[in-house]
């Protein structure tokens, strides 16, 4: 078996440096390169994938998966589902040879857009191409060398996605070619780099196996972007490609449970503008330095946290920045957040997915790379931001919920619907309120897609109707069919719904829901600008509620996430907490920490990150506890875009929100 090695952890290999230094010794026992699912080629059967990994508690960060770690996903998934577990273990023997076709599909639409849109995370595919032909297959001499080959067309353009050479081991794999890059947990909405805009190729290194005990997992790319014509660059409009360096860094030290950090800086390119390894090596580290103003950059941090129980689903948050935020370099600005929640399966036959995504201006424009983080046009990273006028520094809100259904009679229907609104100010990008520049007036952006799937006779073959309106009001539509290559007569994904039924998640221990609902006493510290006065607030009492998720990790260790809902100066605070840690020191009494996301709701949004501590009386009566939270706010900052925002030195107003929260807490 050539793809799927077996997980031979090299002996003493605490890290990849060491585990480099020691090569010679241990190439005998380490396990090779791993061929990866395409991403966003075969929808139906990667959101099967992605059940799988949340059934065997596989907390994924990026994309594209790693074959190798969906194939080590399997027996845990098969003990929770099997008919599921049986689909996608068919899929995958696809990839047990040699060499194979692994992916091959057709399809042919019907179509109509009269402002020539795209589709949504479909490698820049447009509404009106009435065609699309991709495939992949790979040949592999050895565990530690894979050549894999493909493409993606339709009309107007033919990318070899999914080509390219890959070397190495399960620690350390290099990937040369037109690999995609998808940096969140998110399976819709990706502010940093997804499958929106044609893929280019790229130099990729990465682990597809977590390194030591805490669960260390990096990727590094490089790449050249498209040429742009509009790079200004100390007063000096010239032409050029600009590079790309991205990087994600994670761990998952306990396991459904996983946070990481992502990086992207977008240098050289323009006329003058340095672009040496030197600049990147010392740059890539210093967001408030020469990153700001010789180069684009943007960061994210990511978590997600698996709860199992009866229903299992996933948690998850990207919490993103153009650039960095006054108070430290771990302060991200203009920020971005998006949180979702996806339930692998609800009852026997029905699967769901609802992610939020929200944005302030100055995403994917700049002052020096004028065309943003783009590529032929399109955008790197959400889709929502190709919905705009090109270059409008304008934020939105985009929202998507998928429904699945595996009805009785065979196959898989997907229902899709996306939302988008966009803010109704324009902030320019210079980050400052000009008084001449008016918001474009959008219409709300609405698109709804069925898709129905089903093996027949060695293909796998189906339908979509995707359609909608866009923000200039005109409606849009595609019908199409396709057919798939269904695997060989070994391989072939029939209908497996006969096999032994779900009945669902066993009950675990120490995995709760829960309720809390109390007061709040808070103060607002709010910094307008400089040379302007700082004031603070007076105490105020208002309502607190919060609704969250935990288990239990060790012995006396709970992980879990919160959602916040509270009033604070007569304006709404949402904290979203990513990190809610707990640790019980006896039977009735915990202490904690937690670490989230707060959006507070003044003029306009204003978000920063927000952390504090807790104190938890347990079983104050049977499944009723009584808690007390210190939360503090830093730096929650909105943009000076409205005329009756002061005019200073800086382009911004901080606020910071010092609470105290007294609740009572009903465990599930």
Request: glycine letters at 10%; proline letters at 5%.
């Amino acid at each position: 078996m050539k793809i799927l090695p077996s997980f031979i952890t090299a002996t003493g290999c605490s890290t990849a440096l060491i585990c480099l230094l020691t090569l010679p010794a241990q190439l005998g026992s380490a396990a090779g390169v791993s061929a990866y699912i395409p991403l966003n080629l075969e929808p139906e059967m990667e959101r099967q994938i992605e059940r799988v990994l949340i059934l065997a508690d596989e907390p994924v960060l990026k994309r594209p998966f790693a074959v190798a770690l969906v194939q080590a996903a399997l027996p845990q998934a098969c003990m929770i589902d099997k008919p599921l577990c049986s689909k996608v273990k068919r899929y995958l023997e696809r990839y047990s040879r040699d060499y194979a076709v692994i992916h091959a599909s057709v399809t042919g639409s019907a179509t109509h857009d009269n402002d020539t849109g795209i589709v949504p995370n479909a490698h820049g595919m447009p509404v009106t191409s009435s065609w699309e032909i991709s495939a992949q297959g790979y040949v592999q001499p050895n565990d530690y060398v894979l050549l894999s080959g493909g493409g993606v067309a339709y009309e107007g353009r033919t990318v070899p996605v999914g080509s390219m050479l890959s070397l190495g081991f399960h620690w350390a794999q290099l990937d040369i070619g037109y690999r995609d890059h998808w940096f969140s947990p998110a399976s819709d909405n990706d502010m940093m780099i997804s499958t929106e805009a044609p893929t280019l190729p790229s130099v990729t290194l990465s682990n597809y196996e977590p390194l030591t005990r805490l669960g260390f997992q990096y990727e590094l790319f490089w790449e050249h972007m498209t040429r742009s014509d509009n790079i200004l660059y100390q007063g000096k409009v010239s032409s050029g490609k600009p590079n790309l360096f991205g990087a994600q860094f994670s761990i998952e030290p306990f396991s459904g449970w996983s946070l990481g950090f992502n990086r992207q800086l977008q240098y050289g390119g323009g006329e003058g503008m340095p672009s040496s390894l030197h600049f990147l090596l010392k740059d890539f580290f210093k967001p408030s330095g020469q990153s700001q103003t010789q180069g684009n950059q943007e960061g994210s941090y990511v978590s997600r946290f698996i709860f199992p129980g009866k229903t299992p689903f996933a948690v998850y948050f990207q919490y993103a920045g153009e650039d960095n935020s006054n108070g430290g370099s771990y302060l991200l600005g203009n920020a971005a957040l998006t949180a979702g929640i996806d339930f692998p399966r609800i009852g026997r036959h029905f699967d769901l997915t609802y992610e939020l995504s929200e944005w302030q201006n100055i995403w994917y424009v700049h002052n020096i790379y004028l065309d943003g983080m783009t590529n032929y046009g399109l955008v790197l990273g959400n889709w929502g931001a190709d919905q705009r006028n090109f270059g409008d520094g304008v934020g939105a809100r985009g929202q998507m919920l998928r429904i699945g259904w595996e009805p009785p009679f065979g196959g898989y229907l997907e229902e899709r619907v996306r939302t988008l609104v966009n803010q109704t100010y324009y902030g320019g990008d210079n980050r400052q309120y000009d008084p001449n520049s008016r918001a474009f007036p959008y219409h709300h952006y609405i698109d709804l897609s069925v898709r129905y799937t089903r093996p027949w006779k060695g293909l796998t073959i189906g339908g979509e109707a995707f359609g909608g309106r866009d923000i200039y009001g005109k409606t849009f539509s595609r019908l199409s069919a396709f057919v798939r290559y269904g695997g060989d007569s070994r391989t072939r994904d029939d209908d497996v719904l006969d096999e032994d039924s779900y009945d669902g998640g066993s009950e675990t221990p120490g995995a709760e829901l829960f309720v809390d609902a109390g007061m709040n006493v808070s103060k607002v510290r709010t910094d307008l600008g400089p040379n302007l006065p700082i004031t603070t607030g007076k105490w105020g009492l208002d309502p607190h509620l919060a609704i969250g998720a935990r288990r239990a990790v060790s012995a006396n260790n709970d992980l879990g996430v919160r959602l916040e809902l509270d009033q604070v100066d007569g304006h709404s605070l949402i904290g979203v907490r990513a990190v809610d840690y707990r640790y019980r020191l006896t039977n009735r009494f915990a202490l904690g920490l937690f670490a989230g996301v707060a959006r507070y709701n003044v003029a306009t949004p204003a978000y920063s990150i927000y952390y504090g501590l807790d104190g938890l009386w347990r079983d104050v009566l049977p499944k009723w506890d009584l808690g007390l939270d210190l939360r503090h706010g830093q730096n929650l900052a909105r943009d000076h875009v409205l005329a009756s925002d002061p005019r200073s030195g800086r382009p911004e107003t901080f606020y910071k929100i010092e609470s105290v929260l007294l609740y009572v807490s009903r465990r599930f």
